[in-house]
């Protein structure tokens, strides 16, 4: 008999990857205001973005190595006390460099939960780790919907941008009231650490894995963080895009079974890159309405990327633990804090050259160009997806044939 309140505690983790999420969305939404309030450019911009993404893969990879140690909710609070922390700062900041230093406290926040709830998640729904990682990650891009709705909003209504970052301390004052409220599980990890754990971190299929993921990643997170200064001049809304693609897979996420064990992790993947490449590309030639119709493409092809990732690994080396999981999350998000700064350079490089070229519409062009660029990623994913696509085959074919021949 647990001695845990297992639905409670679900919902605590959904309510601090809220706050996660929110601090994409509304941050995205700001962007344009911070350029004009503080006279920043999109190179600058990059860097500002980059701390968010450059933080979370820190406190993943220091939490996934102690998180056998200090547990779940001791990560958590970490988390809490960082996103206090960070959204104060950033309320109060005095132009560049102070914005760079609370978005990295935000970022670390938002990998403290990450790094807390992921290995909390995989342990309590221990027969379906997939798909409750699906369901728990539901709630990002619910929270993006949510945080882009609030920001377009209250943009519209002028109300200044730190009232938006002064709204995400709604649910993060919620899920610390919920820390001290219940009871968070310990687990003996013993078998996910020492020697065959490194051995399972050092294969050359988790290796793969992460390197996958960084591509993942690149693919979602960095298209949708830059959404407003891309798609800003296509004539369509950037917010209610964004509301869109995050409403979609919030959806998708939580419908995620049925598909998963239709098509297993690895063919779900696949199908997800030649759909984001599709959806990718649409959006770099459309404008007007079509916009909105590309959208609903890609949001379709980044769905399932990231926990579809996180429960492959959790399933098919489990020996990886917590750490496993960690290092995946912070590969990817550690890519986007890299990729990040080179968005805004190749955003800022198109528009001088679209301006030298006397262009009707710098700006529209700039951002097709990027998204012309950004496809790469997708193009990549294909390639390695349909690898490791076939060396599973291969593997579960091995494996069945040792089986039979045991039986024999």
Known sequence: MNNYNEKAIFRLCCIALTVTAMTFAIRAGILSQLASEYQLTDSQLGWV??????????????GGAVYNRLGAKRLLS???????????????????WSLLISTFFIGFANGAVEAGCNP?????????????LNRFHVWFPAGIVLGALASKFMTDLDLGWQLQIALMLIPTVIYGAMLLK???????????????????????????????MTLTATTELGTQQWIDRILGESGASPMLIMALITGIMAVGRYFAGPLIKRLDP???????????????????????NLVYLSAIIFALGVTYFWPT???????????TGALGL???????????????????????EARHLAIDQQVKNPELVAGQTVLGELIVFPMLLIVSFTALFIYMRRQRHATSDTNISQTL
């Not at 990732?309 to 020996?319: I, K, T």
């Open 120 to 132: 909390l998640i995989t342990e309590i729904y221990r027969d379906k780790k997939t798909i409750m």
């Open 266 to 288: 690895i063919g779900v993947l696949l199908l997800s890159a030649v759909i984001a490449c599709i959806g990718i590309y649409s959006m770099s030639i459309a404008t007007g």
């Open 78 to 96: 970490i988390a809490f006390v960082f996103h206090l922390l960070g959204l104060g700062l950033t309320i109060n900041a005095t132009g560049f």
């Open 49 to 62: 973005n980059s701390m968010a993404f450059l933080g979370f893969p820190v406190a993943t990879l220091l």
């Open 309 to 319: 990732m996180l429960g492959f690994v959790a399933e098919n080396q489990p020996q």
């Open 326 to 348: 960690s290092i995946l999350s912070g590969a990817g998000m550690f890519a986007v804090s890299i990729y990040n700064p080179i968005i805004g350079t190749w955003i800022d």
């Open 182 to 212: 219940y009871t968070l599980p310990t687990f003996n990890s013993t078998s996910q650490t020492g020697l065959s754990s490194l051995r399972a971190l050092s294969s050359p299929l988790f290796l793969f894995m992460v390197f996958c």
